[in-house]
């Protein structure tokens, strides 16, 4: 199995080294692999391996001992940035991560991000939701600080945003969030918020916006010209859509019931067979995973700082975790793009 520095960046150095350990799991004894691989996540100040651990199924479609199992795995790899919000499961999601942190003592090594504004208890980004919503979340998760939050604006696009602003300075004041993201805030309220942050607001300054292969649009617009104007880190969800560009997902007779399963089936088509067949092919010729090919191309974009990706079983971490490692020449991004298109 390989893990790091594979492709056409890799070097016979570092190939070398992951010689030395040709068995999985890795040792539990010294720091993983991937303990020294950090890319810094913006201008928020805080570094963090480039593929964040999501934690949307904990508590719905995983339960919680294979969640502990799942975070377990990608520590032991060398990874450090989880990804939770307070709508996962009604909040299940924070109670399992808040358990194995305590349980584990990993606090100190883990970068906690937090999407805000879902939970049915405290809707939308007003500023008494807003102060509950966090509250609710600490409590959950046992912490005393939220590192990065993000402020959830799917349902909520009417809440002034110079009061929830001010409600996160605030919030920021008191040691309860570090740094501030968005997810679904549009490219106009966006510019707004630096506008706002000139004034001495808080300045975003990582935002989630559903992006992959497959999934191009809104981000490769408007939304992505103003992440790269302001030096926004980007961290997509949904890197894997639902699981497609993992490639295990091919004949729609297979593919599972219910929602999740309509989502996929409705990617089998031309365009996503085409996709699975460049992916394919790369996957082949580097010697690595679908799915780690698919975080690749994403880490070659320019704005990406980290993928969020969300899985279901600790053996799917051994298959992600590559996908940090994975150099993707040009031609190859090239080749995968135009698959899309």
Known sequence: MRLFSVGAGASPDRAQQHDDHPSAPIPIVG???????????????????????????????????TSHGIL????????????????????????IIGQWLRSRG??????LSVRIGAHADNPGLGSVNLVRAVEG??????????????????????????????????????GKVGAVGAFGLSPERLVEARILASAGYPRIQVIDAPYNLIRRQPFEGDLRLVAGAQNLAVTPSHA??????????????LTSRGVRGE???????????????ALDQVAEELAVPVAAVSIAWLLAQRTVAAPIVNTFATDHVDELMQGAGVSLSRSHVA???????
């Open 137 to 174: 979340s600490l409590t959950r998760l046992g912490v005393e600080r939220i590192d990065v939050l993000y402020l959830d604006a799917t349902l909520d696009a009417t809440t002034n945003l110079e009061d929830t602003l001010a409600t996160v300075e605030w919030l920021s004041d008191a």
């Open 31 to 65: 720091p993983g692999i991937g303990e020294t691989i950090r890319v810094p996540l913006g201008e928020t100040g805080f570094e963090t391996f480039p593929l964040m651990l999501g934690a949307a199924e904990f508590g719905w479609n995983v339960d919680l001992e």
């Open 240 to 253: 894997l859509e639902h699981g497609f560009l993992s490639g295990r997902h091919r004949n729609k007779a």
């Open 72 to 95: 377990d795995r990608y520590l032991e790899f060398g990874g450090n940035a989880i990804h939770t919000a307070d709508g996962f499961s009604g909040g299940r999601s924070e109670h």
């Open 263 to 277: 989502q996929l089936r409705g990617h089998l088509n031309r365009r996503g067979i085409k996709i699975l067949r």
């Open 335 to 341: 080749e995968l793009t135009r698959a899309g298109n």
């Open 106 to 111: 990993r606090r100190d090594r883990a970068v």
